[in-house]
């Protein structure tokens, strides 16, 4: 059974930073990545990265947010800087197998301006 246990979301201040982490288990992931969701808004891809380190960023956070993953520990992360207002969201981590696409509970980011 696969599981994503998603942790550091929490609040800060405009300019701050916060660092997210996704433990995976119950299968070989391919594509590990975020994703986040304003309310009214529609989900939105934040972040991603392959297995082989290939990454790509939504234009709206470039430069300001790095994605990582240790492979031997399933695990992503998403370590953001420069917070601003608008990344105020719900996060999701999300991971993607040969065979299925799977996605964490969420964890609430609030940047305070």
């Known amino acids: 059974q696969v599981h994503l246990v998603e942790s550091g979301g929490g609040l800060v201040q405009a300019g701050g930073s916060l660092r997210l982490s996704c433990a995976a288990s119950?299968?070989?992931?391919?594509?590990m990545g975020w994703y986040r969701q304003a309310p009214g808004k529609q989900r939105e891809l934040v972040a991603r990265?392959?297995?082989?380190?290939?990454?790509n960023y939504a234009d709206s956070v470039k430069g300001r947010f790095t994605i990582s993953r240790d492979n031997a520990k399933n695990t992503v992360f998403l370590q953001m800087n420069s917070l601003k207002p608008e990344d105020t969201a719900v996060y999701y981590c999300a991971a993607s197998s040969s065979r299925n696409n799977y996605w964490g509970q969420g964890t609430q980011v609030t940047v305070s301006s």
């Open positions: 990265i392959t297995s082989g380190g290939s990454t």
């Open positions: 119950g299968s070989i992931f391919i594509i």
